[in-house]
């Protein structure tokens, strides 16, 4: 209690008071007495008779003696209630003192709580046991767009329904046990974050007072979006090592025996004895190339093609590839390009890299069936710290960008999650066998490169390719 003395100090000041008081009574009846005692030798005393006179300055001496005892006892009396009431004072001053600053360092805490839950990117609010808003901090302003002094005394439902939903019967599950909740996530979309609908981690907590009493209760809630993109990236690139080694292994053997197939198939149209039957063993031959393609293009799948990379100009091979469409390009297809003069060179396989823009070009075409516009342009790209999170598999430096977009149909995102894989295709089974995108997958990542792909049904596709830039 701040400013109080306590109740020991008024007591030592009136047991000073009494004892001043009593020092001066019994010092005016000492002097009172002297002076009676003085008259009365002068009134009474016989003239001439000096006994009277001795009997009298004995009086007046005791009487003076014990005055001063008095004196003495009542100054040590006076002493010790003064150095009582300083102590006392001073002890008061010191807890005073103690009190002061235990109330500023809650200050500076209440201060620094409210900075930290004011700058913390971790959404935090707070609820009484009705579950209405008692205080939330900046981040769950941010996602609403209503100011804090907006939530109080409103339930989760007035000003956040699209969390209503999910976390409610969590908040009311803390409340009926006394128990946190921690680590669910919901799939949602706050009004202010935009975009498609974002992963939330969420975790519930009981506020209990040190008597046990429940307060209320917690939630704290993370935006985890952009870790979730990365870890089924990660999640994504296991896979595909893991299918790319098998492709790998497959093509190799299935390599070899069409080997013997063919060179078999080579023998027998040497054999005169066989002319009948060449036009089948040449159909032999064919198949026998087609597959053997086929091989080549698991190859680059698994990254296990040898390639023969080069200094290479990308606008050189986009402009080929270009003249290439024009002439083969779908009805109703048109095709714009814009090749930087600022893209760097690369060094990739100059045959690889135009078999992989070929592929992505050919599923644009393919996915824009009623026409429409398909895009290839290049550009020069620096990767650091700011867009490292674009493509988290790349190391900062420079970078030849080669983008391709189609106004197609799109992709949704369970087709996204599969496009990499082999022989996965949403085509008729005459038109595709699911390795072309494969292919350039592994093209790309066998020459230190990145592909990511953009889609969203209805608003068409977008690849983009990264290659190392050299000098």
């Given amino acids: 209690m701040t400013g109080e003395r306590p109740v020991g100090t008024a007591t030592l000041r009136r047991g000073v008071t009494i004892e001043l008081r009593r020092a001066g009574w019994m010092s005016a009846t000492a002097l009172a007495t002297i002076a009676l005692t003085v008259l009365a030798i002068a009134l009474f005393a016989p003239r001439g008779h000096p006994r009277p006179i001795w ?80 205080r939330v901090n900046s981040a769950i302003t941010r996602m609403s767009g209503r100011a804090a002094e907006e939530h109080v005394g409103l ?16 908040l009311r599950r803390v409340l009926e046990s006394r128990r946190a909740v921690a680590n669910k996530e919901i799939v949602s979309r706050a009004p202010n974050a935009g975009g498609p609908a974002r992963t939330w981690l969420t975790s519930c907590f009981p506020i209990e007072t040190s008597d046990g009493e429940l307060f209320g209760v917690g939630l704290a809630l993370s935006d985890i979006t952009e870790f979730k993109r990365m ?91 270009e003249s290439l469409l024009r002439g083969l390009k779908g009805k109703g297809v048109q095709i714009v390009t814009h090749l930087s003069p600022d893209t760097p060179l690369i060094r990739v396989d100059p045959v690889q890299l135009e078999q992989v823009v070929m592929n992505l070009a050919f599923n644009a075409i393919d996915a824009m069936d009623g026409g429409g516009r398909l895009g290839i342009e290049t550009h020069c790209w620096r990767l650091d710290e700011t867009n490292g999170q674009s493509v988290p598999e790349l190391a900062p430096g420079l970078y030849a960008m080669i983008r391709v977009t189609d106004t197609g149909h799109g992709m949704s995102q369970e087709t996204l999650s599969q496009i990499w894989e082999p022989f996965f295709t949403t085509k008729e089974p005459d038109r595709g066998t699911g390795l072309g995108l494969p292919t350039a997958y592994g093209i790309v990542k066998q020459s230190g490169g990145d592909i990511a792909v953009d889609s969203e049904q209805g608003a068409g596709t977008e690849f983009t390719v990264y290659f190392p830039a050299v000098q």
């Fill in 55 to 134: 009997i009298a300055t004995s009086v007046v001496g005791m009487e003076v003696i014990v005055a001063l005892i008095a004196t003495i006892w009542l100054s040590r009396q006076v002493t010790s209630h003064a150095e009582a009431f300083e102590a006392s004072v001073a002890a008061t001053d010191a807890a005073h003192a103690r009190a002061e600053a235990e109330a500023h360092q809650k200050t500076r805490l209440t201060a620094l709580i409210d900075a930290a839950l004011g700058c913390s990117p971790v959404g935090f609010a707070f609820f009484d046991p009705s579950l209405r808003f008692l």
């Fill in 231 to 321: 870890e089924e990236q990660f999640l994504q690139a296991q896979k595909m090592e893991a299918v790319g080694r098998l492709a790998g292994g497959v093509a190799h053997d299935f390599n070899n025996l069409l080997t013997v197939i063919n060179s078999y198939a080579e023998l027998m149209l040497y054999n005169p004895a066989l002319e009948e039957g060449r036009g089948e063993i040449e159909e032999i031959r064919g198949a026998t190339a087609r597959a053997a393609k086929l091989t080549r293009q698991l190859l680059a799948f698994s990254r296990r093609q040898p390639l023969e990379p080069q200094i290479v100009n990308p606008n050189d091979v986009c402009r080929g590839v």
């Fill in 155 to 170: 339930t989760l439902r007035d000003v956040h329904p699209w969390l209503a939903r999910d976390v409610e019967p969590l």
